[in-house]
Nanobody, 118 residues
Framework: VQLQASGGGLVQAGGSLRLSCAASGRTFSNYHMGWFRQAPGKEREFVAGIGWNNIDTYYSNSVKGRFTISRDNAKNTAYLQMSGLKPEDTAVYYC????????????WGQGTEVTVSS
């Protein structure tokens, strides 16, 4: 599956952005989707994940209550709605996919940059 992330940009603290991840090449609903981020000088970290059924979701503690992950299997797209953004959310955000029977994310998009100004 090929993934294309978009929607990043510059936003003030407290603002909102919605990231999109368009998938192509395989049956989208066969994949568990996730969002990760990598801030300058830091390791990549998990942000949020969602199961194929759009019901099972989970988040890192740092974004829980502020970010919402969702997916539209008819559109082959996953989303990350980000609200209450903080300067520490500044990072390159990546979407990723894994088959539902594997814990390993094997497919990655190119990343979209999010900058939150204070």
């Amino acid at each position: 599956v090929q993934l294309q992330a978009s929607g990043g940009g510059l936003v003030q603290a407290g603002g909102s952005l919605r990231l999109s991840c368009a998938a192509s090449g395989r049956t989208f609903s066969n994949y568990h989707m996730g969002w990760f981020r990598q801030a300058p000088g830091k390791e990549r970290e998990f942000v949020a994940g969602i199961g194929w059924n759009n019901i099972d979701t989970y988040y890192s503690n740092s974004v829980k209550g502020r970010f919402t992950i969702s997916r539209d299997n008819a559109k082959n797209t996953a989303y990350l709605q980000m609200s209450g953004l903080k300067p520490e959310d500044t990072a390159v955000y990546y979407c990723a996919a894994r088959i539902t029977t594997s814990p390993q994310y094997s497919y990655w998009g190119q990343g979209t940059e999010v900058t939150v100004s204070s």
